[in-house]
């Protein structure tokens, strides 16, 4: 595997400083020296990273460039997909495996028409917050993309790829959706049909953004355990602000960051009130709790261990008495 990546990382290798900037052309970001077409035909052996080598193919297939870009010249994309971007050991794991074996697969970036010199990432957002974190310049390829073709990048990459979490992936849509766009074009960019698509930014508008946002991705939480807290959250609107609003609560994992808020809702059943019967010398003789829908008496066989065999015979001229007091 480590031979397959020297091979990807060696053709990659011959991006380098941009070209001196001229009057008539601005500085742009340096040009991939290789062949593409020999760049996609190598990466047929890289078996063991298909998917990372797929994607790839396709990008250099369409006749896509690979330029190196400083990353911190790099912005989010207008609607974020992922939660917890540059965060918790996943990620720290993930810029390890970057710092050793280098970027495989370029992000997709468009320029910024607001802000020359700068370029908004459709994804590769984590590449980018590692990369900038190791002090490296970003692989890119850059397109000219309207903010429907960005935001169709952006979900087919992820979900080609199968890394983000369900509630990020129905975060995604639901913004989308608040940003006009259509859902013809949300269900292609997150190759979803119209049914689960309305399920899940349903879903999400049952909930308050800003809990989700602090939970986070939450990867092994599926859409059941979500539909359960969001009726939760429905009925109490208050013990889920103060669960996140503890001070350790950003500090534990996703997931059991979801864990908890759902702890702080779910309704524990009331404990049966609970009366004492005494003899006159202090010894316990029986437990009596009182529940919504029941009376239960519990004898202490200990102290008085003819005490219950009495009581159960006497019940029956107990209740006799009981009916002639109310009927009277």
């Known amino acids: 595997m480590n031979k397959r990546r020297d091979q990807l990382k060696a053709m990659m290798a011959p991006i380098t400083a941009p070209p ?10 340096s040009v991939s020296s290789g062949s593409l077409k020999a760049m996609g035909l190598s990466l047929k052996s890289l078996s063991d990273d298909a998917d990372e080598a797929q994607a790839l193919r396709a990008q250099l297939a369409s006749g896509a460039q690979v330029v190196e870009i400083d990353p911190n010249f790099v912005d989010p994309a207008f609607i974020r997909d ?12 993930f810029k390890a495996r970057l710092s050793e074996d280098g970027q495989q697969v370029p992000i997709l970036v468009r320029p910024r028409t607001d802000a020359p010199g700068r370029y908004q990432a459709a994804y590769g957002h984590r590449r980018v917050a590692a990369l900038r974190a190791l002090g490296r310049p970003v692989k890119a390829i850059v397109r000219e993309l309207s903010d429907e073709q960005l935001v169709v990048a952006q979900g087919k990459e992820n979900t080609d790829r199968k890394d983000l979490s369900f509630i990020e992936r129905a975060l995604f849509a639901a913004r989308l959706e608040d940003r006009g766009l259509p859902r013809a074009a ?3 960019a997150l190759s979803v049909p119209k049914g689960n698509l309305s399920t899940m930014i349903s879903l999400v508008r049952a909930l308050p953004e800003d809990l989700i946002v602090a939970i986070g991705a939450a990867p092994k939480i599926g859409r059941p355990r979500w539909e359960q807290l969001a009726s939760l959250v429905k009925e109490d609107d208050t013990k889920w602000r103060e669960a996140v609003s503890d001070s350790n609560f950003r500090a534990i994992p996703t997931d059991a960051r979801f864990e908890r808020v759902l702890k702080a809702l779910v309704r524990r059943p009331k404990k049966p009130a609970m009366h004492v019967v005494k003899s006159d010398d202090g010894k316990q003789l029986a437990r009596i709790e009182h529940a919504k829908d029941q009376t239960r008496f519990m004898i202490d066989n200990r102290h008085a261990p003819d005490f219950g065999a009495y009581l159960v015979d006497q019940l029956p001229e107990i209740y006799a008495a009981f009916k002639r007091r109310a009927d009277a």
């Open 82 to 93: 992922r939660l917890n971007v540059g965060e918790g050991d996943e990620f720290e794991a």
């Open 186 to 188: 949300i269900m292609s």
């Open 20 to 29: 001196p900037p001229s009057e008539d052309r601005p500085t742009r970001p």
